[in-house]
């Protein structure tokens, strides 16, 4: 079993929806989770960062992590067309290693 | 948020040669930086971890001979690919350590370069 599995996609929506993007992973004892998100040719940008369980919201991405079922997710509100990119959930496995998803990639569409 | 540059943002290079690529924190020290690699469509994949003042640790299935890492200083990271190879060709990202410490426990967080695409010919 893959410590983080994502959900590739594609994904579609219209402009305005919201969009929700998730991922489950393996081991409990992760504490630390992020969302990055990737425009194509570019690095990564860190989105959200959540330290164990509970809700974190900045402007319109909330990010959620639910422990009890091991289960992340990224809401995006009123979605952008410059919303699209690849959005990829990770986690923190010891040494500061991050351990990726295969991300998602999401189309927003005016 | 942090600032990280990576140099060259492209390259290509004929079969058999070196390359180096350089991954810079511009606005804060980093003890720790990361090399990844990313294939099309596909996530990142752990290279490296280059601590500075030390030996890189390699992921399993990484040759430390094909790909020299060194962290000779808190902003400064290179990757060397030596005698490229077709199969070398990919895009290859760095990510710096930020890590501060504060009231609220600090944040321990890593900001990525722009990446740098490899091609062999």
């Known amino acids: 079993q893959k410590e983080v599995e994502q959900d590739p996609g594609p994904l579609s929506v219209p402009e305005g929806a919201i969009v929700s993007l998730n991922c489950t992973y393996s081991?409990?004892?992760?504490?630390?989770f992020m969302w990055y998100r990737q425009y194509s040719r570019k690095g990564p940008e860190l989105l959200m960062y959540?330290?164990?369980?509970g809700n974190k919201e900045d402007g319109r991405f909330t990010a959620q992590v639910d422990k009890s079922s091991k289960y992340i997710s990224l809401f995006i509100r009123d979605s952008q067309p410059s919303d699209s990119a690849t959005y990829l959930c990770?986690?923190?496995?010891?040494?500061?290693?991050?351990?990726f998803g295969q991300g998602t990639r999401l189309t927003i569409n005016p | 948020g942090a600032v990280v540059s990576q140099h060259p943002s492209r390259v290509i290079c004929k079969s058999g040669t070196s390359v180096k690529i350089e991954c810079r924190s511009l606005?804060?020290?980093?003890?720790?930086m990361f090399w990844y690699r990313q294939f099309p469509k596909k996530s990142l994949m752990l290279m490296a971890t280059?601590?500075?003042?030390?030996?890189?640790?390699?992921e399993q299935g990484v040759e430390k001979d094909k790909f020299l890492i060194n962290h000779a200083s808190l902003t400064l990271s290179t990757l060397t690919v030596t005698s490229a190879h077709p199969e070398d060709s990919s895009f290859y990202i760095c990510?710096?350590?930020?890590?501060?410490?504060?009231?609220?426990?600090?944040?321990?967080?890593?900001?990525f370069g722009p990446g740098t695409r490899l091609t062999v010919l």
């Open positions: 280059s601590n500075e003042g030390s030996k890189a640790t390699y």
């Open positions: 081991n409990s004892a992760f504490q630390y």
């Open positions: 990770a986690i923190i496995q010891g040494a500061q290693k991050l351990v």
């Open positions: 959540t330290y164990s369980s």
């Open positions: 990510s710096a350590r930020d890590w501060t410490s504060g009231r609220s426990g600090g944040t321990d967080t890593q900001y």
């Open positions: 606005d804060f020290q980093a003890t720790t």
